[in-house]
């Protein structure tokens, strides 16, 4: 069993971290300090090739979710710089993967133009009224009318609302009750008449993401935009993706927040030891700690991302879970004991550990939260399905 990074990718791994130091990190507090879109990060992203990472190669991409262990271990390395960043960068790495997957080749070609050129697109499921941990129902309905359908309802938590070029709203057609058959993805340009959005973003954590309610009243998308068969959205091979790719990107705060406070804890010097901090017991005790969770929890992630390459998003769907889990819950665990280690500069809005701390938080109640995933991976188990045990 050998669940590495496959050499294809080897490249984007090391860029990535580049990235991360060398572009990513220094935006990162101005961020999240200011509330403000990282666009300038999607800017270098689009100039180094990375935005279109995920189409598939005769349209310009590298087809990173074939492999889906490397494609994580790309978010994790840029988590270490952004979190902000990393998150947006998955919606829209993977929302463009499933477009070219579920649309016809003429919608491929055609976004996939759009992703070449900077485009910028967001995928709108959430819905206030309803929720993710249970069964999806949808408020917001497509009719159709001659030649396009007519979009209404509201949104929440839709990242890069008023930021992103192209919305891709999760609706279902009126007429029919049944989601598995209903559910389709249409695409909008963000100007098209009809959108509203409620900018009520105002979270201690992600704060880059722009993440406000939208409100749809009569927006018209064409027929060629509405995309896939209805239910695609939620099949087996393209739903898990989203929640796989975040616990890569929440465990990445946890990344950055260890390299931060170990480099730290070996240049900071007290009187009258005069030794670096990381060599008292109590603190390398604790970096241990922290490393072996990074390690194990990451390991756990590049394992779920290689059994859905190899065996297919079903067979992985326990391992899926176990990795969100272990992520979300190791970021929180790492980023907090950092800010113990560094002491009174692990609470500075100047240095980056309680922003780290403060973005981890969200990978617990990010879809599937921590208890839904515990809830999934023990179902999986039980039931005897392919899951997380592997023989
Ligand atoms: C930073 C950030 C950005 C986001 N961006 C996007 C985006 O761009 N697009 C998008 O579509 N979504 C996005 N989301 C939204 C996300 O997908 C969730 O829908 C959102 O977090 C709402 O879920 P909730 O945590 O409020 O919990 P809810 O779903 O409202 O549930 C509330 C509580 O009830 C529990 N619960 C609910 N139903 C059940 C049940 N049946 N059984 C047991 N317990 C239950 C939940 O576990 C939770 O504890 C984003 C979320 C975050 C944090």
């Known amino acids: 069993m050998d669940f590495g990074v496959n050499p294809k990718y080897g490249d984007l791994i090391e860029r990535a971290k580049r990235y991360a130091k060398d572009m990513l990190a220094p935006r990162a507090q101005e961020y999240d300090r200011e509330e403000k879109f990282p666009r300038e990060n999607f800017a270098d992203l689009h100039r180094e090739g990375f935005t279109a990472l995920t189409l598939p190669e005769h349209l310009g991409g590298r087809d990173l979710y074939s492999d889906p262990a490397s494609y994580a271990t790309v978010l994790y390395e840029l988590s270490n710089g952004c979190t902000n960043t990393a998150m947006l960068f998955h919606m829209q790495s993977s929302i463009i993967h499933v477009l070219s997957l579920l649309g016809t080749e003429e919608q491929a070609v055609r976004y996939a133009r759009a992703v070449h050129d900077g485009k910028i697109f967001a995928s709108h499921a959430s819905e206030n009224t309803s929720s993710l941990h249970g069964k999806m129902v949808m408020d917001t309905h497509a009719r159709r009318a001659g030649d396009q359908y007519i979009v209404n309802g509201r949104k929440y938590f839709c990242s890069m609302a008023g930021e992103a070029d192209y ?5 279902q057609m009126e007429d029919e009750e049944d989601l598995s058959k209903s559910l389709y993805l249409f695409v909008a340009p963000a100007d098209a008449p009809g959108f509203r959005i409620d900018r009520e973003w105002n979270s201690f954590a992600m704060q880059g993401t722009a993440s406000h309610s939208m409100i749809y009243e009569d927006v ?29 990107v929440y465990l990445g705060a946890g990344g950055g927040a260890y390299d931060w406070v170990v480099d730290y804890a070996k240049n900071r010097r007290l009187q009258p030891d005069n030794v670096p901090i990381a060599t008292y017991p109590p603190i ?17 992630v590049q394992r779920a991302g290689w059994l859905m390459g190899t065996r297919g998003a079903a067979a992985a769907y326990g391992a899926i879970n176990e990795a969100k889990y272990a992520a979300a819950e190791t970021a929180a665990m790492i980023t907090e004991k950092a800010i113990k280690i560094a002491g009174g500069p692990g609470l500075m809005r100047d240095f980056p550990l309680q922003r780290f701390h403060r973005d981890a938080r969200a ?13 999934l991976a023990g179902k999986t188990l039980a039931e005897g399905k392919a899951g997380a045990l592997m023989t």
């Open 220 to 248: 018209e998308v064409p027929e060629n935009d509405i995309v896939g068969e209805g239910g695609d959205p939620i099949r087996p091979d393209v739903l898990p993706k989203f929640g796989f790719g975040y616990s890569a």
């Open 363 to 375: 990978g617990l109640i990010m879809p599937p939260n921590t208890e839904k995933c515990l809830e």
């Open 284 to 300: 390398s005790r604790a970096i241990g700690e922290m490393k072996i969770a990074l390690d194990g929890a990451l390991l756990m």
């Open 167 to 171: 919305y891709v709203l999760w609706c």
